[in-house]
Nanobody
């Protein structure tokens, strides 16, 4: 079964950190770009970060709102990607989704309180 499973969401205060994880299964992981998106209820899903497939020095790109606070990484030997989120703000509150092409995870909730 092809699937993406996220974990690591939770509730933190402004300025806190969280590390999201995404485990892929049932797919050829090491040739696929992977991404994190987020969505607030009633709003359009937006790209947080994307990482290309090489394990060494992969290309990465971030949404403008990230402003150097988040880092996306991957380990092809473990079929996993991560999103390290630092200096979190209340407007980072959203459901965060792992993505590869047309495949989506179930999402993990991130809540940042002021």
């Amino acid at each position: 079964q092809v699937q993406l499973v996220e974990s690591g969401g939770g509730s933190v205060q402004t300025g806190g950190s969280l590390r999201l994880s995404c485990k892929a299964s049932g797919m050829v992981f090491n040739i696929n770009a992977m991404a994190w998106y987020r969505q607030v209820a009633g709003m359009k899903r937006e790209l947080v970060a994307i990482i290309d497939y090489p394990n060494e020095n992969p290309y990465t790109s971030y949404g403008d709102f990230v402003q150097g606070r988040f880092i996306i990484s991957r380990d092809n030997s473990r079929n996993m990607i991560w999103l390290q989120m630092n200096n979190l703000r209340p407007d980072d509150t959203a459901i965060y989704y792992c993505n590869s092409g047309r495949l989506w995870g179930q999402g993990t909730q991130v809540t940042v309180s002021s």
